[in-house]
């Protein structure tokens, strides 16, 4: 068992007791296809059973309500019968980092108060997926940042990141901040936001290859680009094809031995 699995085992240990059960999904950036990859991994375990809720503590960006907010998609892809508001319980306009989109509403976030939001998804799901705002060092309120929530939630992670060029260094930084928090990192799942000839970036065949090296991680698999509008049958079936889900399912499962 390498340094980091150890670390990563003993820091679960002690966050499970806060009782927060399931898996945090953040970015290595903005749109890099978070909300994709948590509804189909959802979408799939809900179909072999598993009682798994989704949670987006915050969102911005869309208009209150709007049908193509992040929460709207989530439930609409996944299947979960929570509401919208319900699966984002803060909800803001404007397009810029939570706190400042909270400024501009006039609201202000506390992370006991966004914790607080979530507490009746846990209460009445036996796990959640958890979807971040950007990636682990966006600003989340006034004092904290993303990272400051999962390390508080103590869940492990999920890292989803673009296959592209650039995707190495920016994957191998965000597991050194939460190697740094002592946070578990089950895996990496690369998405393919855009449509991109293999030959304009020769990088994306090998990136994968690169990031289990370097970083010692495992790499869950790579999630497709999906034309059109998707819907909740078509990420479920290419979440079963492209996600390696054992390991993910494994994760949920340690969590409530």
Same mark, same amino acid.
């Given at each position: 068992?390498?340094?980091?699995?150890?670390?990563?085992?003993?820091?679960?240990?002690?966050?499970?007791?806060?009782?927060?059960?399931?898996?945090?999904?953040?970015?290595?950036?903005?749109?890099?296809?978070?909300?994709?990859?948590?509804?189909? =991994?959802?979408?799939?375990?809900?179909?072999?059973?598993? %009682?798994?809720?989704?949670?987006?503590?915050? &969102?911005?960006? *869309?208009?209150?309500?709007?049908?193509?907010?992040?929460?709207?998609? @989530? &439930?609409?892809?996944?299947?979960?019968?929570?509401?919208?508001?319900?699966?984002?319980?803060?909800?803001?306009?404007?397009? @810029?980092?939570?706190? @400042?989109?909270?400024?501009?509403?006039?609201?202000?976030?506390?992370?006991?108060?966004?914790?607080?939001?979530?507490?009746?998804?846990?209460?009445?799901? %036996?796990?959640?997926? $958890?979807?971040?705002?950007?990636?682990?060092?966006?600003?989340?309120?006034?004092?904290?940042?993303?990272?400051?929530?999962? /390390?508080?939630?103590?869940?492990?992670? @999920? =890292?989803?990141?673009?296959?592209?060029?650039?995707? $190495?260094?920016?994957?191998?930084?965000?597991?050194?901040?939460?190697? &740094?928090?002592?946070?578990?990192?089950?895996?990496?799942?690369?998405?393919?936001? =855009?449509?991109?000839?293999?030959?304009?970036?020769?990088?994306?065949?090998? /990136?994968?290859?690169?990031?289990?090296?370097?970083? /010692? =991680?495992?790499?869950?698999?790579?999630?497709?680009?999906?034309?059109?509008?998707?819907?909740? /049958?078509?990420?479920?079936?290419?979440?079963?094809?492209?996600? %390696?889900?054992?390991?993910?399912? *494994?994760?949920?499962?340690?969590?409530?031995?």
């Amino acid at each position: 068992m390498s340094d980091l699995r150890k670390a990563a085992a003993g820091t679960h240990e002690h966050h499970s007791s806060r009782g927060w059960r399931g898996l945090f999904v953040t970015g290595t950036d903005t749109e890099v296809g978070k909300t994709f990859v948590t509804a189909a =991994i959802a979408a799939a375990l809900r179909q072999d059973g598993l %009682d798994v809720g989704l949670w987006k503590p915050v &969102q911005s960006g *869309a208009p209150h309500g709007s049908a193509d907010s992040d929460a709207h998609r @989530l &439930q609409r892809w996944s299947g979960v019968d929570d509401p919208p508001e319900r699966i984002a319980p803060f909800s803001f306009e404007a397009p @810029l980092a939570p706190c @400042l989109a909270a400024r501009e509403a006039g609201v202000e976030l506390t992370l006991e108060r966004l914790i607080a939001g979530g507490r009746p998804l846990m209460e009445r799901h %036996d796990a959640l997926l $958890v979807e971040g705002a950007g990636g682990l060092a966006a600003p989340l309120t006034a004092q904290e940042l993303v990272v400051d929530m999962i /390390n508080e939630l103590g869940m492990p992670v @999920l =890292i989803v990141a673009r296959p592209g060029l650039g995707t $190495v260094n920016h994957t191998l930084l965000t597991l050194a901040m939460l190697r &740094q928090r002592r946070i578990p990192v089950v895996g990496v799942v690369l998405n393919d936001v =855009i449509p991109t000839s293999p030959g304009l970036d020769p990088s994306r065949p090998v /990136n994968g290859e690169l990031i289990a090296r370097y970083g /010692n =991680i495992p790499v869950l698999g790579r999630f497709p680009y999906l034309a059109g509008r998707p819907d909740g /049958n078509q990420l479920l079936h290419e979440a079963a094809r492209h996600i %390696d889900l054992a390991s993910i399912r *494994a994760a949920l499962r340690h969590q409530r031995d």
